[in-house]
């Protein structure tokens, strides 16, 4: 398993955060289980090295290769810090145990909607954050509320990525 991740700073810090799947390595193919081909069901994820000081974590997952251009697959907000992980098949509920909310996709549905490319390689991103306050939005916000909420607030990121054909 290959991990990925990306430094952010904010006050001086410098983490290295990471997220890793056990389902797929960083820039290798999804498997078909997680696509619109497959079972559509959300892959397992793990993080570590949680910055100090965070409050709760978002996810979002999308795709920048889609012909209208970024495509939403999936928002997760206020996932509590203890969590370093999601299994798989994560509910298309908006809110989930521990606080956890979920937004909406560009299918217009809440939860996970997996890879559906029209044609092509597609690459998706798997994108968490670490943030020193919990995003005031309901259950059901999009990732544009959620990239406004966060601003000022992220303490870390770090991203996997996946590619799907069809």
């Known amino acids: 398993?290959?991990?990925?991740?990306?430094?952010?700073?904010?006050?001086?810090?410098?983490?290295?955060?990471?997220?890793?799947?056990?389902a797929f390595n960083d820039g290798g193919p999804i498997p078909l289980k997680y696509t619109c081909d497959g079972d559509d069901i959300s892959p397992p994820l793990?993080?570590?090295?949680?910055?100090?000081?965070?409050?709760?974590?978002?996810?979002?997952?999308?795709?920048p290769d889609a012909p209208m251009g970024?495509?939403?697959?999936?928002?997760?907000?206020?996932?509590?810090?203890?969590?370093?992980?999601?299994?798989?098949?994560?509910?298309?509920?908006?809110?989930?145990?521990?606080?956890?909310?979920?937004?909406?996709?560009?299918f217009k549905k809440i939860g996970y909607g997996g890879p559906c490319?029209?044609?092509?390689?597609?690459?998706?991103?798997?994108?968490?954050?670490?943030?020193?306050s919990k995003l005031d939005l309901p259950p059901g916000a999009t990732k544009a509320h959620v990239t406004i909420a966060m601003e000022g607030h992220v303490l870390g990121q770090a991203h996997l990525m996946g590619t799907y054909m069809r």
Not at 1 to 22: C, D, F, H, Q, Y
């Open 1 to 22: 398993m290959e991990r990925a991740g990306s430094v952010l700073e904010k006050g001086g810090l410098n983490m290295k955060m990471e997220i890793t799947s056990e």
């Open 46 to 63: 793990e993080w570590a090295n949680i910055p100090e000081g965070t409050q709760t974590l978002a996810l979002v997952c999308d795709d």
């Open 70 to 106: 970024i495509w939403v697959h999936w928002v997760l907000y206020n996932i509590p810090p203890h969590l370093n992980r999601l299994p798989e098949h994560i509910p298309p509920e908006k809110e989930l145990e521990n606080g956890i909310c979920q937004g909406m996709s560009d």
């Open 117 to 132: 490319p029209p044609s092509g390689t597609h690459r998706y991103f798997f994108k968490i954050y670490a943030l020193d």
